[in-house]
Each structure stands twice: as structure tokens, then as C-alpha cells.
């Protein structure tokens, strides 16, 4: 039972099937323009959907055989065989090392003067506002920028509603507001504790409702 209340993480594969991208078509269109600008850059708030879009543009490459990369600077080193790739996603580019700043400085410019590959990066900041070195900033501006805006409320909602259907899931509509207003905010994890409420409802042989939702919120607060 501790491990179903703890498993709060989203379980489907991003892919840009399943982003909702009706403020944000835009950036969709261009990612999967294989004749468009090769270098871009995505900004936003944090849950907003960047991260799903450079893995679901890696996994995009990847069924078209290009090889790809999808590199997190939050969490790694940017490595040098990172070049070698056709297709490189660096998320969270705010939070680039010193010696990682150089290093993707260096494969902006072997992929531009290649003219070959494609870059994409994403950051919370707009290209001018990173605290990255100044020519870096530079490049990070250079090709498209696009803000990926939020979801709002109504979307999110939507995004439950739909989910719970594909899972045939019943589900009251105060349910869904509960979440919404007591849950992290970003659409993965609200998907993810969806697909814990189902696990844990068939456990305890229980229906979904907003009190069975708040002791699993609880329970997982206490663990936490």
C-alpha cells in the first residue's frame, strides 16, 4: 500500500499525441517542420509543458531514425559525445555548469556550421535574461523562441476528464476541482495522481470520491 500512495509519477510516454496544445500550436508546428529553422528555444514557467516537448521531440526523431539526445542540465553534465548526435534537447539551460555553458556554446556552433542537425533548448527565462555567458545568451536567441504557455484551469480539467475516460474511469466532477486546488499544479503530476487513485480504489475496493482522495494526499504528505 506504501508504494501505491508514494507512486505519483505520470506513466504515459511523452509525445506531442498527447500534449494539449491548443495555446501553443505554434511551437507543435514547428518542431515537426522538417524543413524549418533548426535551432529553438523554449521558455516558460516551470510545468508548462517544456520538458514534454523536447522528450516528445526527441521521441519524434527517434521514430524517424535520427539520432537523438535529450540531456537535463538540471540533473547531468553535458557530455562531449552529446555532439554526435543529429537531433540535441538540453532542458533547463538556466541551470548550465560553467564548463556545460561552453560546451553547448560549442555545439551550437559545429551544428551551425555543419548545416546539419538541430538543437533544441528550453529555460524558465527568455533567451536575453538567462544568466548564462554573453555569447551564449546570444545564440540562445538567435534561431525561433517561443513561451510555452500554461494550461489554464479549463484545460486541465479538460485533460483530466479525458484521461479518466480513456482509463474508464467514473468519476465526480468535485473530484477533479479537488485536485485542481489541492494538488501540484503541472499536468503530469495531476495525470499521475489519477492513475494512483485508480490503483489505490481497486485496493482498498473503494469508489473515487474527495474523501478517499484526501487520505491518499495525506498519507502521501506524511511519507514525504
Not at 11 to 38: H, K, Q, V, W, Y
Not at 189 to 213: E, F, H, K, N
Not at 215 to 221: A, D, K
Request: negative net charge.
Amino acid at each position: 500500500m506504501d508504494q501505491l500512495v508514494l507512486d505519483l509519477t505520470p506513466t504515459p510516454l511523452p509525445g506531442f499525441d498527447n500534449f494539449l496544445a491548443e495555446r501553443n500550436r505554434e511551437i507543435i508546428s514547428a518542431l515537426t517542420d522538417t524543413g524549418g529553422e533548426r535551432f529553438v528555444y523554449l521558455w516558460g514557467e516551470p510545468g508548462c509543458g517544456k520538458t514534454h516537448l523536447l522528450q516528445s521531440w526527441i521521441a519524434h526523431a527517434e521514430r524517424t531514425g535520427r539520432a537523438s539526445i535529450y540531456l537535463d542540465a538540471k540533473q547531468e553534465h553535458l557530455p562531449d559525445f552529446a555532439r554526435e548526435a543529429s537531433f540535441i534537447a538540453v532542458d533547463h539551460v538556466d541551470d548550465l555548469a560553467p564548463d556545460d555553458q561552453i560546451t553547448l556554446f560549442s555545439i551550437y556552433n559545429s551544428l551551425k556550421e555543419s548545416g546539419e542537425g538541430r538543437l533544441l533548448m528550453a529555460g524558465r527565462l527568455p533567451p536575453m535574461r538567462l544568466p548564462v555567458r554573453d555569447d551564449l545568451r546570444t545564440r540562445l536567441g538567435w534561431g525561433l523562441v517561443f513561451q510555452v504557455k500554461a494550461l489554464s484551469d479549463q484545460d486541465k480539467l479538460a485533460a483530466l476528464k479525458q484521461h479518466a475516460a480513456e482509463r474508464q474511469l467514473s468519476i465526480p466532477d468535485d473530484v477533479f476541482r479537488y485536485l485542481l486546488t489541492h494538488w501540484r499544479r503541472d499536468l503530469g503530476s495531476l495525470l499521475g495522481v489519477l492513475d494512483t487513485l485508480d490503483r489505490y480504489s481497486l485496493a482498498l475496493q473503494r469508489p473515487i470520491t474527495v474523501p478517499l482522495v484526501k487520505t491518499l494526499l495525506q498519507t502521501t504528505r506524511s511519507e514525504s
